[in-house]
């Protein structure tokens, strides 16, 4: 099947004569009368004839017609509709996050993405990184927003923020934010940690590991929301993104403990499958949020 020749019998008699629809394939007439005469010894048949005033179909034309008319409809219309997507006037966007990351860092630019762009929806599913990395590797996201680092071959990463984990607690223990506190002397009072299969807890396990300090915590929480609650019920001293609890530092209802032995920052950022595109409007998404720099692990 030659596509081009059925393109200069559709629009011929779409325009009803040659010479427009040489016009609108940008060929010359000539070239259009040689594809629809190529097109009629390939089906052994003549699909129209001249007139006065242009072309009119034969029986045999106003069949093929038909059905060239709505296949060409049809690729118009996906045509049309990819360029809606580029131009951002539709289509989606799948995200993995967790839902701490969402509330305190994701929102808003969400909200000015999709008043800039109102015809994009936008789904969000908050696992934990493991669960974002599983869903990543089976198509169902386009990009997962995770805490760094993170090791895997088959993903990229891009660093949108950096973040500063922190001991904060209730009035229980306030008196330790006084001074600086020698990390044994923090985690000998009871100790609130997220739960093992999140990447912050990896993170803060191995801060605990390079110091020789081995933590039995009292709680593990799966959100930073109840490590804070939990806190300022003096139920111990918390391990939490200081990046996310500012107001409540300001605002004195939780007290931050500086170990002597310092808390290395780490970021929060991008990660999407390698040799996969992004999408027009993932693309933008990712764009407006305040990256940092390129990370290669």
Known sequence: ??????????????????SKASEQLYITQPAVSRSIQQLEDSLKCTLFFRTSKGVKLTPEGEILYKYIEQAFNFIEAGENRIRDINNLLTGEVRIGVSDTICKYYLIPYLKLFKTLHPGIKIHVICPTTPGIIALLKTGKIDFGIINLPYRDDQLNFQNIIRVQDCFVAGEKYAYLSKQMQPLREIVSHPLLLLEKNS????FIDDYFKSNSVTVEPDFELDNIDLLMQFAKYDFGIA???????????ENRR?????????????HIGVTWLKNVPLSSAAKVLISNLDYLETSEF
Not at 199 to 202: A, K
Not at 239 to 249: A, M, P, S
């Open 1 to 18: 099947m030659n596509l081009e020749q059925y393109r200069a019998f559709f629009y011929t008699v779409k325009f009803g004569n040659i």
């Open 199 to 202: 990447n912050s807890r990896l």
């Open 239 to 249: 391990c939490v993104i200081r990046n996310f609890i500012e107001d409540e530092l």
């Open 254 to 266: 939780l007290y931050e403990i500086k170990p002597v032995e310092r808390i290395p920052s780490r």
